[in-house]
Nanobody
Framework: QVQLVESGGGLVQAGGSLRLSCAAS????????MGWFRQAPGKERDFVAAISWRADSTYYADSVKGRFTISRDNAKNTVYLQLNSLKPDDTGVYYC??????????????????WGQGTQVTVSS
C-alpha cells in the first residue's frame, strides 16, 4: 500500500521560502515519477511540479517556474519541493503525489497519481 507523508508547510510572508518534504513507502520508490499538486480554497487541484523516475527531467507549472524546485533522494525515498519568492497566490494545500504507473513518462492528469494527505502553505501579504 502506497503511503505518502508530507511535511514542511506553514505560514510565511510574501517573498519568503519553504521546503516541503514527502516520505514515500509501500513500493519501490526509484521507479516512479513523483510530483506535487496544490489546491487553493474553492479551486481545483492543480499540477505544480514533477520529477521523472530517473531524476533526469523536471516539469513545472508556468506559475511557479523559476521560483520552485523539485528534487528527489532515492536513497531516502523522499521528494522535496523548494518554494522561493512565495506569493499570496501560492497559498493552498500542497499534495505529494506518486504516479501510479512505474517506469513511465510524466502525465499530469489527476487520476494518474496516488496522493498524500496534504500540507497547508499560507503566504501572507
Amino acid at each position: 500500500q502506497v503511503q505518502l507523508v508530507e511535511s514542511g508547510g506553514g505560514l510565511v510572508q510574501a517573498g519568503g521560502s519553504l521546503r516541503l518534504s514527502c516520505a514515500a513507502s509501500g513500493r519501490t520508490f526509484s521507479i516512479y515519477t513523483m510530483g506535487w499538486f496544490r489546491q487553493a480554497p474553492g479551486k481545483e487541484r492543480d499540477f505544480v511540479a514533477a520529477i521523472s523516475w530517473r531524476a533526469d527531467s523536471t516539469y513545472y507549472a508556468d506559475s511557479v517556474k523559476g521560483r520552485f524546485t523539485i528534487s528527489r533522494d532515492n536513497a531516502k525515498n523522499t521528494v522535496y519541493l523548494q518554494l522561493n519568492s512565495l506569493k499570496p497566490d501560492d497559498t493552498g494545500v500542497y499534495y505529494c503525489a506518486q504516479q501510479i504507473q512505474g517506469l513511465s513518462g510524466v502525465t499530469i492528469t489527476p487520476d494518474a497519481w496516488y496522493w498524500g494527505q496534504g500540507t497547508q502553505v499560507t503566504v501572507s501579504s
